[in-house]
């Protein structure tokens, strides 16, 4: 049953990475009620042989305590909606979390089955991607900036996800029960996933996978083997970078498709030169060399000391030529507080020390909401409204780019501490595992390693909001947090089974209005050319099957503004803002409609819009029309 479980998540990882990384709805839920529904089976069904206590009962309860308190926030929260889909994805990290528990422990080969979930997922995954980089046309879709994006459509997300899947892929590659051929193989995999990381040029994807390798070695139960896995995968990639950086140093759309070309045709040869090295080592030199546990002690702690002094005398080279570590720490400060992005365009790689970016103001307005609501948060879905109306910048994301600002701001200090415990309880629990024997050691090793990578990648990056990403990340947690559990049977009783299920059931529940409501909207909008009516419709089915969403309110109301029924379309913005009143966007479309007919009510509405939103240049230039002044604005 554990392998069924790891065949679902597969299933469910790859598909979720194909489709955006399940950032969008019509996707994040189908999957969503597949785990659901698989949670509930198992609860009312399966064996669960364990004594559910200590850190990993800690860990469940915090994570599902953070999807219950953010679901609670639709009481206080200005956007009801951005609530309830919030906390459907933190319910789903939850299940999923109880996923990997159960599938661990299902397992005859218990820390197999959840690795090798995760690393089956990311070979397919880069196994499409290489494939359509040796035959993809659509440059715009593939590459952006000449930075990879496929199939996720975000550089930082699609490295995040080969670095999630390249620990555990590792972390089996290096466990001696595994055939040699299949060794040989992840090994290969691995080569593929870091070329592919390469592609992505994600800046922000270096210092958390420096954090995740310093784990995996730490953690690592023969820290030898790990190292010489890790140089399996890494050494062939040296004569492939030039090829790589190509693509980033001279690829210009048309121009691209060649490079491109070029980048797939590397990767096939450098990966399977990766499996041929790893068979070799594996087949002909591993058997004849025996080191015993003590000499490799000794090579380990030789090679760590001449790692910290390498690492020592390139950090002292690389201050001094940059005026010392005060210098340099001056200039990145100066670099993160300065609006707007850094111009990488003609630099040979974007992986350098620039941290110019907008996050800076994006923090400063999470604190400022921190600091007006300190104990529940703004309530799920708050920030992005608040950014709109307080921001220097002409950016307009969703979340403050950064797991622990989101919490704060929107869930206070309570959604903050409630991370924070499943964090350490999950830690802890992994190393309860990790004193369990070489095999626990894997397990705790590769899950650990990916959880570290996630938790920094994610402290500076809008990772919350992509399942693709977290979900794997949660299973392997909750894999690791299995085999230090007590044997014996579980003491839930069947009432309590039912329990479980009864709550899991309420999950799935809210999961299906709310995803029927984005799929008719949907469809509208493809319909909405060729017949306004069915459109129409469906966007009243949209409307009524999520009561909080303005979104299809917005469309039903444009639809109808276009055809001259100013009535009807002023009837649905009106119901949008009574939905959602912080959103700008009811009360410029309002505005747009009372135009016509009521120019003092436009001229109040389209006021309210530039208050909530005051660098919204369609609101500026209809308030001109209308005979207004706005406030001159100035970006920073």
């Known amino acids: 049953m554990g392998a069924s479980i790891a065949a679902i998540a597969v299933a469910l990882f790859v598909w979720w990475a194909w489709k955006d990384g399940a950032y969008f709805g019509v996707v994040f839920f189908p999957g969503a009620m597949l785990v659901f529904a698989t949670l509930i089976l198992l609860a009312i069904g399966a064996p669960l042989n364990l ?39 933190a319910l789903l990290y939850a299940a999923i979390f109880g996923l990997g528990l159960w599938a661990c422990r299902l397992s005859d080969r218990r820390h197999l089955a959840p690795l090798g979930a995760v690393a089956v997922a990311g070979a397919l995954v880069g196994v499409v991607i290489t494939v359509t980089l040796a035959g993809g046309t659509n440059v715009s879709e593939i590459f952006q900036d000449a930075t990879l994006r496929f199939p996720i459509g975000y550089r930082n997300a699609e490295a995040a996800f080969l670095l999630v899947c390249l620990w555990p892929t590792l972390a089996l590659a ?80 048309p121009q691209l498709v060649p490079l491109m070309r070029d980048a797939a045709r590397v990767i096939v040869l450098t990966s399977l030169g990766s499996v041929v090295l790893a068979a070799v080592c594996l087949r002909g030199l591993g058997p004849r060399v025996n080191l015993g546990r003590r000499r490799e002690l000794l090579i380990s702690r030789v090679l760590a000391v001449l790692a910290i002094g390498v690492v020592a005398v390139g950090s002292t080279v ?36 620039n941290v110019g970016s907008n996050r800076h103001d994006f923090w400063r307005v999470a604190w400022d909401e921190f600091g007006d609501h300190p104990i529940a948060g703004g309530g799920a879905g ?104 007590a044997e014996g049977v579980w003491r839930f009783g069947q009432w309590s089974r039912w329990a479980v299920a009864a709550a899991v059931g309420l999950a799935l ?43 299809p309110l917005y469309a039903k109301g ?6 001259k029924r100013d009535v009807p379309a002023a009837a649905s913005f009106r119901e949008a803002i009574d939905r959602e009143w912080v959103n700008y966007a009811g009360h410029y479309f309002l505005a747009t409609v009372l135009e016509r007919s009521d120019p003092a009510g436009a001229r109040s509405e389209v006021s309210e819009a530039m208050r909530l939103n005051p660098f919204d240049l369609k609101s500026r230039a209809l308030a001109r029309r209308l005979g207004l002044k706005p406030k001159k604005i100035q970006v920073g």
């Open 51 to 89: 004594r559910l206590d200590g850190p990993a009962r800690v860990a469940l309860l915090a994570i599902s305590g953070l999807a219950v308190w953010t679901l609670l926030s639709v009481l206080w929260t200005d956007s009801h909606n951005g609530a309830l889909q919030d906390a459907e994805r």
């Open 174 to 253: 290096a466990e001696g029960e595994l055939r040699w051929e299949l060794r040989a193989l992840l090994v290969g995999s691995a080569t593929m996933l870091l070329e592919l990381v390469v592609l992505a040029q994600s800046r922000g994807s270096l210092p958390a996978a420096v954090v995740a390798m310093a784990v995996f070695f730490v953690l690592s139960g023969h820290r030898l083997r790990a190292a010489v896995y890790l140089a399996l995968a890494a050494v062939p990639i040296l004569p492939a970078m030039p090829t790589l950086l190509d693509v980033f140093q001279h690829g210009q759309d």
């Open 318 to 353: 690389f201050f001094v030529k940059r005026g010392g570590p005060i210098n340099f720490v001056d200039q990145r400060v100066s670099e993160f507080t300065a609006l707007g992005y850094p111009d990488l365009s003609k630099h040979a790689t974007r992986f350098g020390t």
């Open 382 to 485: 708050s920030w992005q409204f608040a950014y709109l109306e307080h921001r220097k910048s002409g950016e307009s994301p969703k979340d403050p780019h950064s797991g622990e600002f989101l919490f704060l701001s929107e869930l206070g200090i309570v959604g903050l501490l409630l991370i924070a415990t499943f964090a350490v309880a999950v830690t802890l629990a992994g190393l309860r595992t990790r004193r369990m024997g070489p095999s626990g050691a894997m397990l705790a090793t590769g899950a650990l390693a990916s959880g570290a990578y996630m938790l920094v990648h994610a402290s500076y990056d809008w990772f919350w909001h992509y399942p693709a990403l977290i979900a794997p990340v949660m299973f392997l947690l909750g894999a690791c947090a299995a085999p230090a559990l």
């Open 509 to 551: 529940l809210l999961a299906v209005p709310l995803f029927l409501s984005q799929r008719y909207a949907n469809r509208a909008y493809d319909e909405y050319s060729s017949d306004p009516g069915a459109a129409l419709s469906d966007l009243d089915r949209a409307a009524d099957l999520n009561p909080y969403d303005p979104q």
């Open 558 to 563: 444009v639809i109808e503004g276009r055809e």
